[in-house]
Each structure stands twice: as C-alpha cells, then as structure tokens.
C-alpha cells in the first residue's frame, strides 16, 4: 500500500465515496471533480487491486485518484475500483493521507437501503463524532441516522480513526444500480454543509450523464476483474 502525493495541501476537509450501495459515493466524488475544478494531485497504490485503469475521454482514470480544489481546500477521494475483501487496509490509507496533510475532518458518502419504495425523493441522514459538526447539520435540516448497520470502507474507518472528526452523508437508494437521484441529495446536502454554492437546479441532469459514464467505467472493470480470475484458473488448472 502506497499514498503518493505531489502536493500537500494543509488541513483540507477529505470527502471520500467508493463504489458501494447505488455507487452514490462514486457518482457524487465524480460530480464534486467536475463541478469544483479540481486537479489530480496523488492517487493510492494497492497490490490487491485489479491491474487496470479506465480511458475516458482520452484520459485515464485511475482506480484510486487524489482530487484537490484549492478554493474550498478539498481533497477527494474518487474510486472507480471494486473493494470487496480490502476495506481494513483502505481504511488504513485515508488514515495515512489524513495524518500527512492533517485534515480538520473526513466526510464519507454512503448509500443505504430503503423501504420506503415509494417515496419520491431520497431521504438523506447524517452521522457525525464532533458536536461542531453535528450542530452544523442540525443546523442545515438533516436527520441524524439513530439506528443501523454500517458495512463495507465507511464501517471500518467509523471504528479505526482515533478522534478524527468524521462525517457520514448517507443517502436512501432502491438497489444496487447507479442511483443517480440518491447521489443529487447528497449533493445538496454537501452544499450546504460546506458551503459551496452549488447551483442544485442542474444537480439531477448532471448526475444521470456521470451515472451513465460512471456505470461504463464500473462495467468494464469488472469485465476486467473477470479476465483476471480467469486466468488464475487457467495457470493453476
């Protein structure tokens, strides 16, 4: 595992999203890139990913990418890589970048599960360790999460930060595919949060470009991924 930076921006915020429940945490990193002009300035080495990069637009994107807007000093963290079975050593690695740039706090995007099949618009809730930024989104109209199961890279780094000021921004989604409304009420929710004059009317017609753009990337990934299995059987079989 290696975090390699070619800057160091000092106490940034880290809002990180990895492809999980609707890839909320992937859509909304995706928007927050684009949208706030960052620059890639470092990205996370891991053995166990799939030796693999995306091209999109003549461009690579790496499994792993380390995004900074200098106007808001924010650090985004953008996966487009499956994480399953390596959640504990990522959690590891934002520990590492927090304390090498000595964040003042980590917002982690998640998505959960919802019954509530019918309703129009996702509900989004919040989670929180520091009582300043619990207020902030009290202050904003969020509800707090009171009960629930928290898995995959959020789940462990709520348990492995020390006092680290973390933030959670869950979102409701119906299922495993890209959910493109769930990640726009994220969005807003960041907006307000941080302050960063986000002009949310375009916010859902955005969204669905980067879920359709985000669900080719993931969909070759795992093209990829499956290659690679294959070819493990074939040199031991």
């Known amino acids: 595992m290696e ?3 070619k800057k160091k921006p000092k106490s940034p ?10 890839l909320i945490g992937t859509i909304t990193t995706e928007f927050l890139i684009d949208h706030l002009k960052t620059e890639q300035i470092g990205k996370i080495m891991m053995d166990e990913l799939p030796p693999m990069v995306a091209i999109h637009d003549s461009k690579v994107v ?3 990418g380390i995004f900074y807007s200098k106007k808001y000093n924010l650090i985004i963290l953008h996966v487009i890589s499956p994480v399953t079975g390596i959640e504990w050593k990522i959690s590891k690695a934002l520990a590492q970048l927090a304390k090498m740039l000595k964040a003042k706090e980590i917002i982690s995007i998640e998505g959960v599960g919802s019954v509530n099949v019918g309703t129009k618009d996702p509900r989004t809730f919040y989670y929180a360790n520091a009582q300043k930024n619990i207020k902030k989104f009290s202050k904003i109209g969020i509800e707090p999460l009171k009960e629930g199961i928290i898995m995959g890279v959020t789940g462990t ?3 492995s930060m020390g006092n680290m ?3 959670c921004i869950f979102a409701e989604t119906h ?3 890209p959910d493109s409304k769930a990640a726009a009420r994220v969005i807003e929710a960041l907006d307000k949060y941080l302050g960063l004059k986000v002009d949310s009317k375009p916010l859902l017609k955005q969204a669905e ?3 359709s753009k985000i669900k080719g990337i993931l969909s070759k990934s ?8 294959k070819k493990k059987l074939s040199y031991v079989g």
């Open 3 to 5: 975090v390699i930076l």
């Open 13 to 22: 915020t880290i809002i990180e999203g990895f492809p999980g429940f609707g």
């Open 62 to 64: 790496e499994p792993m």
């Open 157 to 159: 780094v709520l348990v």
């Open 165 to 167: 000021p973390i933030s």
């Open 175 to 177: 299922s495993e595919l």
């Open 209 to 211: 470009v980067f879920e």
């Open 222 to 229: 795992k093209e990829s991924k499956g290659l690679q299995d």
